[in-house]
């Protein structure tokens, strides 16, 4: 679950940072679409990748869900 | 995980020291060692045990907790809901019910408590004393009959000779299985007066608190050998399997639901519970309970145990004018 966590986050991080180097840097106004593609794209990115990991962890559930079934009937006299 | 100030309120002090000293570990770690079978019983008293805190491991599964804690997994999955029983993490405060409402039977000799999935032995020779222990019980449909009987043998590593009821699902059995890790007897047995039903140990302790058997009793190991040890043959057998309990706990009402079997089914494989109908006539038997204190009952909570069916006993009753019964807008639900 850890592992989702950071998948989350480090996205999130990205997207920060280049918001940071946008605002913080001496990029002519007209050079902010450039930036702002950046962002989008690295948005696109982290959504991508937030679909993924909920997907994984649908998948982890179900599998979870699988395995404690197996076992109970394993356990059936 | 439940919100515990929600679902657990805790026994008041005054007429019942164990439950009001049992408050206190409600904020620590119960940690490694084990809990005792044994708890201290008064005449009065109608409560045993507290609800205590673990805090997971590495490597810990809530089937490694629930034996070293000596409860049922179903009874720990319905108060832990949506923790994974294989990776509960580490550092997670997993709640231990081990609090209880005792079931509405004569204190004596074994009373076996199927909504519970918990036996309880009051040795004839130690009136102060209760021994609790989780156990497993048959599967839907596999149902342990209601009614009292006698311990009529006991047997050590006794030899399966499997029912014809089980070699119909699964005929490549053997005609009987000996002593020894493959006996899903365990080591011990109790033959009792109802020929085909038996308290015995494992060789499979996690299924210990679930509905895995075809009718039979099982403990764990380390239990039902102290059992055997304990419990001499003759001994009544009382099987009850009432889901609600409702009584005064110092000077407070209680009430404990325990969740359906097929709930049981749903907390082990799914983690889950769906709601399900309240028990009939849970109104009135809290307002039998109840008696002159009536209008100290907050139905909302009683609704609200009825829903969650926790199995762990709550509080109902607060200080002041509670009762608002009344109010709700659908109070035949409870009915």
Redo the contacts between chains.
């Keep these: 679950m850890s592992q989702l966590k950071i998948v989350r986050i480090i996205p999130i991080a990205v997207i920060a940072l280049l918001g940071l180097s946008a605002c913080a840097s001496n990029t002519p106004p007209a050079d902010y679409t450039a930036a702002n593609a950046k962002a989008d794209q690295a948005l696109a990115t982290a959504q991508h990748a937030l679909a993924v990991a909920q997907q994984a962890e649908a998948d982890a559930k179900a599998a979870n869900q699988q395995t404690s079934a197996a076992y109970q009937r394993s356990l059936t006299k | 995980m439940i919100d515990r100030t929600s679902v657990f309120r805790r026994p008041f002090a005054g007429g019942a020291r164990r439950c009001a000293l049992a408050a206190i570990p409600w904020l620590l770690s119960a940690a490694s060692p084990a809990v005792a079978a044994e708890f201290a019983l008064a005449s009065g008293d109608t409560a045993i045990g507290s609800v205590t805190v673990y805090d997971t491991v590495a490597g810990d599964t809530l089937m490694d907790v629930a034996r070293s804690q000596d409860l049922g997994f179903t009874q720990l999955m319905a108060v832990n809901r949506g923790v ?4 509960p ?1 580490v550092g997670r405060q997993i709640t231990l019910p081990n609090f209880y409402l005792l079931p509405n039977a004569p204190r004596r000799g074994i009373v076996i408590d199927l909504a519970a999935e918990r036996l309880y032995y009051f040795p004839p020779d130690k009136s102060t004393v209760v021994e609790s222990y989780p156990i ?1 019980i048959g ?1 839907l449909g596999a149902v342990t009959p209601v009614g009292t009987t006698r311990i009529a043998a006991k047997v050590e590593n006794p030899v399966w000779h499997p029912p014809p009821s ?1 070699h119909a699902e699964r005929p490549w059995l053997p005609e009987e299985i000996p002593a020894g890790p493959d006996n ?1 007897l365990g080591a011990y047995a109790f033959r009792l007066g109802w020929p085909n039903y038996l308290i015995h140990g ?1 060789n ?1 302790p ?2 210990v608190g ?1 509905n ?3 009718g ?1 009793i ?1 403990l764990y190991p380390e239990d039902i050998e102290k059992l055997f040890n304990e419990v001499p043959v003759g001994t009544e057998v009382r099987v009850v399997g009432d889901n609600v309990r409702v009584a005064w706990v110092g000077g407070e009402l209680f009430v404990e639901i325990h969740p359906t079997k097929e709930q049981g ?1 749903e907390l ?4 889950t519970l769906t709601p399900v109908r309240p028990p009939p006539h849970l109104k009135a038997r809290v307002v039998a309970a109840a008696g002159d204190q009536i209008q100290r009952v907050d139905w909302s909570i009683v609704r609200r145990v009825a829903d969650e069916r926790t199995g762990v006993p709550t509080q109902v009753t607060g200080s002041e004018n509670a009762s608002r019964w009344e109010k709700q807008p659908d109070k035949a639900s409870l009915e």
Excluded: A, L, Q
């Design positions: 994974n029983p294989w990776m993490g497993g599967v089980i899903p494992t499979k996690d299924g679930r895995v058997s075809h039979c099982h089914d082990d494989i799914e983690g």
